[in-house]
C-alpha cells in the first residue's frame, strides 16, 4: 500500500493548538508500505493521524488509546487507560486514571487522577490530589500535595506532597515538602526533608527525615538522620548525625558518627558511635559508647567515662572519652578530646586532642586537634595544634609548632615551632627546631636538620648531615648522607649521592649513583654506580649500570649504557667496547641547514683528491671482537685527521675519532672533483674525435681506412 503524506500547512483547531505546533508546509509525497496499516479513532484532528513534522505523530484519540510523539496525548479528552509515549504525552490530561505515560512532562497536568504510570522528567509534575500513582523520573509528582499510596522514583520524588500517607519515594529530595503526612517510605537525599509532624515514617538516606520536629516512632538511617527532630521520641536513628538536632526527645537510640549530637534534654538515650551524644548538656541515664561520646556533656546523669579520674572536672564540655588516671582531669569546658593513659592530657582545656600513653599531651593547655601516643609524647606541647606523635619522646620539646607528625623514639625530638613536618623513625628529624614541611622516615633521617624546609628523606640515615638545604629527596640507606646545603636534590638508593655537600638540582637513581660527588650540579644518574667518578663537574648524564666519566670535572657530558665511559665534555657515549651495532628504524639525522652555518670556506677538491690517494684504507676490526664477524673497512683516525684534520679556520674532528658527517662530506668534495676531471676528458676526447673525422675526410676514405687499419 501507500500512504499519502500530508502537503499543505494550516493551523489546527484551537482545541488542537494548545497541544501541538501548527503544521508545516510540505510537497505531498507517496510513501510505499509493505503490508498493512490500519489508522482507527482519532476523529480529529484529523481523523486517524500519523504525522511527526506537523505534530500529531502517531495517536488515538478516545478511551484506551495509545498516543507516541511529541505532544502526545488529548484532543482533549477525558478518557482513562491511555498510554502516552514522548515529550508532553497526555499532556493535559485532568482526570484521567489508569493512564500510562512515558517521557518528558509525561501526565503534567494530571491534578486528581490515580492509578497513573508515568516514566520521565516532571512525570506527573502538577498531580496534586492524585491516589496511587507511579512515577518515576525527575520532579515525579512534583506537586502531588494530598495524594496517598504514591510510589515515586526520582529526584524531587513526590516534592510537594504534605498530608499524604502510605508512600514510597526513593531519591534525592524524596517527599521533600510532606509535613504532616504518616507511614511514609522515602529512601534518598533529603528524604522526608520538611516532613514536621508526620508518625511512622521510615526513611534511609542523606539528611533521611531531616525537618521531622514532633514525629514519633520514625526509622532513620544515613547521614543526618532524622536531623531537626526536636521533639520526637521512640525514634531509632542510625548514621552519622544520626538524630542530629533532636533536643528533648526521650528513649532513643541513635548509633553513629554524632548521633544524638545535639540532643540537649533528652532521658534515657542510648548513643553508640564517635561523637554518640554529643550535646547533650542535661540529659540522664545516657550510655555513650564510642570516641569522644558524651563529649559536652555537662550537667547529664548517667553517662559513662572509662578511665580513673577521667573527664574528672568535666563541667560543660561534652562528649569527651577519657580512659586512664587523670585522663583529662582538668578538662573543664572542652569537648572532642579523648585520652587514654596515666595524667595523659592532663592539662588539657579545650578540644579535639588525642592523647594514649603516660604524660602523653601533658602540658597541654590550649592546643587542639593534637595526637599523641606514647611515653611523654608532645609532652611538653602547650599552644600547638594538630600534632601527631607516636612513640617515646616523640616531640618531646615542641611548644606552639603545629601540623607535624612524629613516629619513633625521640623523632623531632627538639622541634620547638617547626611546622608541618613528618618524621617516621628513631630520632629522625631529631636536630629540627623551626624548620617546615620535611619529611623524614628511617632510623637518623635528616637527624641534623635545623631549618631547612621541604626536604624529604627515606631510609637509614639518609640526608643525615642536613642542615640548610632545602627541598632535597633521598630515599636509601645514607643517600644524601654529607648533604647540608645543597638544595633540589634527589637521591633514590643506597649511598645515592652519599658524599654531596653543596651540590644542587643533582638526580640520582641507584646504589651508589653518583656516590662522590661533592659540589656538581645539574646532574643525572640512572643506575648502580652512575656518575660515581663525578665530584665537582656539572650538567653530566649517565645512564645504565657503571654509566660514568673519564674524570670528576667533566662538563655536559652523556654517557648512556651499562659500563659505557664518556671522556670530554660536550660528548655523548653511547655502549661500552661491547657493542657492536647501534641499530635503528631510520637513518642518523644531524641538522645541516645554511641558517644554522657559519664561517664557512671552499674546500680544494684536488687536494683532497691528492690526500685521498695517499690515505691508507684498509680493512680492520675493533681490539677484543671477533675478527671474523664484525670486521669493517675505512681509515685510522690520526691519518684521517693528519690529512683533513684542519682548514684555514680551526681543527676538523679529533686524531682518535670519525665523523660520518666529516667522512661524507670528504666522499663528496672527491666525487665532485673526480666528475670535473671526467667532464675535462669527456670534453677533450670529443675534440680529439673532432679532429680525427676532419682529417679522415681530407684524407679520403681509402686513405683513411687503410691508416685505421694501420692505426
Excluded at 85 to 95: K, V, Y
Excluded at 413 to 441: C, I, P, Y
Excluded at 445 to 466: D, Q
Amino acid at each position: 500500500m501507500s500512504l499519502r503524506k500530508i502537503s499543505g500547512g494550516a493551523l489546527l483547531s484551537s482545541a488542537f493548538f494548545f497541544c501541538f505546533l501548527p503544521l508545516p508546509f510540505a510537497e505531498a509525497q507517496d510513501v510505499n508500505v509493505p503490508g498493512n496499516l490500519t489508522m482507527h479513532d482519532s476523529t480529529d484532528p484529523t481523523v486517524g493521524n500519523v504525522l511527526k513534522g506537523g505534530v500529531p505523530f502517531l495517536h488515538n484519540f478516545g478511551t484506551s488509546n495509545t498516543f507516541l510523539g511529541s505532544g502526545a496525548g488529548n484532543f482533549t479528552m477525558t478518557g482513562f487507560s491511555n498510554t502516552g509515549t514522548g515529550a508532553g504525552a497526555l499532556s493535559l490530561n485532568t482526570s484521567g486514571y489508569e493512564n500510562t505515560a512515558i517521557g518528558l512532562s509525561a501526565l503534567p497536568s494530571n491534578t486528581i487522577g490515580f492509578r497513573n504510570t508515568a516514566t520521565g522528567a516532571g512525570a506527573l509534575l502538577n498531580n496534586t490530589e492524585g491516589n496511587r500513582n507511579t512515577a518515576t523520573g525527575f520532579e515525579a509528582l512534583h506537586e502531588n500535595l494530598t495524594g496517598t499510596d504514591n510510589t515515586a522514583f526520582g529526584v524531587r520524588a513526590l516534592y510537594s506532597n504534605i498530608s499524604s500517607t502510605g508512600n514510597t519515594a526513593t531519591g534525592a529530595f524524596a517527599l521533600y515538602s510532606t509535613t504532616t503526612g504518616s507511614n511514609n517510605t522515602a529512601s534518598g537525599y533529603n528524604a522526608l526533608h520538611e516532613n514536621t509532624v508526620g508518625q511512622y515514617n521510615t526513611a534511609t538516606g542523606l539528611e533521611a527525615l531531616f525537618s521531622n520536629v514532633s514525629g514519633n516512632v520514625n526509622t532513620a538511617t544515613g547521614w543526618v538522620a532524622l536531623h531537626n527532630n526536636t521533639t520526637g521520641f521512640y525514634n531509632t536513628a542510625m548514621g552519622a548525625g544520626a538524630l542530629f538536632s533532636n533536643t528533648i526527645g526521650n528513649d532513643n537510640t541513635a548509633a553513629g558518627v554524632n548521633a544524638l549530637l545535639f540532643n540537649t534534654t533528652g532521658n534515657s538515650n542510648n548513643a553508640m558511635g564517635r561523637d554518640a551524644l554529643n550535646s547533650n548538656s542535661s540529659g540522664s541515664a545516657n550510655n555513650a559508647i564510642g570516641v569522644r561520646a558524651l563529649i559536652s556533656n555537662t550537667s547529664g546523669s548517667g553517662n559513662s567515662a572509662m578511665g580513673h579520674e577521667a573527664l574528672y572536672f568535666n563541667t560543660t564540655g561534652n562528649n569527651n572519652t577519657g580512659v586512664g588516671m587523670n585522663a583529662l582531669v582538668s578538662n573543664a569546658s572542652g569537648d572532642s578530646n579523648t585520652a587514654i593513659g596515666n595524667s595523659a592530657l592532663a592539662s588539657n582545656t579545650v578540644s579535639e586532642n588525642t592523647a594514649v600513653g603516660f604524660r602523653a599531651l601533658q602540658s597541654n593547655t590550649t592546643g587542639v586537634g593534637n595526637t599523641a601516643s606514647g611515653a611523654s609524647a608532645l609532652q611538653s606541647n602547650t599552644t600547638g595544634v594538630a600534632n601527631t606523635a607516636s612513640g617515646w619522646d616523640a616531640l618531646l620539646s615542641n611548644t606552639f609548632g603545629y601540623e607535624n607528625t612524629a613516629s619513633g623514639h625521640s623523632a623531632l625530638l627538639q622541634n620547638t615551632t617547626g611546622t608541618r613536618n613528618t618524621a617516621s623513625g628513631a630520632s629522625a628529624l631529631q636536630s629540627n627546631t623551626t624548620g617546615e614541611g620535611n619529611t623524614a622516615f628511617g632510623v637518623r633521617a635528616l637527624y641534623s636538620n635545623i631549618s631547612s624546609t621541604g626536604n624529604t628523606a627515606t631510609g637509614y640515615e639518609a640526608l643525615y648531615g642536613n642542615t640548610t638545604g632545602s627541598e632535597n629527596t633521598a630515599s636509601g640507606r645514607i643517600a644524601l648522607w654529607r648533604n647540608t646545603t645543597g638544595v633540589g636534590n634527589t637521591a633514590s638508593g643506597g649511598q645515592a649521592l652519599s658524599e654531596n655537600t653543596t651540590g644542587s638540582q643533582n638526580t640520582a637513581t641507584g646504589d651508589a649513583a653518583l656516590l662522590f660527588n661533592t659540589t656538581g650540579s645539574n646532574n643525572t644518574a640512572s643506575g648502580t654506580e652512575a656518575l660515581l667518578s663525578n665530584t665537582t663537574g656539572d650538567n653530566n648524564t649517565a645512564i645504565g649500570y657503571l654509566a660514568n666519566v673519564a674524570a670528576g670535572n667533566l662538563t655536559n657530558a652523556t654517557a648512556i649504557g651499562a659500563n659505557a665511559v664518556v671522556n670530554a665534555s660536550n660528548k655523548i657515549r653511547f655502549g661500552n667496547s661491547a657493542v657492536t651495532v647501534i641499530e635503528g628504524q631510520v637513518p642518523y639525522t644531524y641538522t645541516s641547514d645554511r641558517n644554522q652555518k657559519e664561517n664557512l670556506r671552499p674546500v680544494d677538491a684536488d687536494a683532497v683528491l691528492s690526500k685521498l690517494r695517499g690515505l691508507s684504507v684498509m680493512s680492520w676490526n675493533y681490539i677484543g671482537q671477533d675478527a671474523k664477524q664484525f670486521r669493517h673497512y675505512g681509515p685510522v683516525a690520526q691519518d684521517f685527521f693528519a690529512a683533513f684534520g684542519h682548514d684555514a679556520v680551526g681543527t676538523i674532528g679529533t686524531p682518535i675519532t670519525i665523523t660520518s658527517g666529516d667522512l661524507d662530506g670528504i666522499l663528496m668534495i672527491a666525487a665532485q672533483a673526480l666528475e670535473k676531471r671526467t667532464e675535462a676528458l669527456r670534453a677533450e676526447n670529443a675534440d680529439l674525435k673532432a679532429r680525427l673525422e676532419a682529417l679522415e675526410r681530407r684524407m679520403g676514405p681509402e686513405v683513411a681506412t687503410e691508416a685505421r687499419a694501420g692505426f
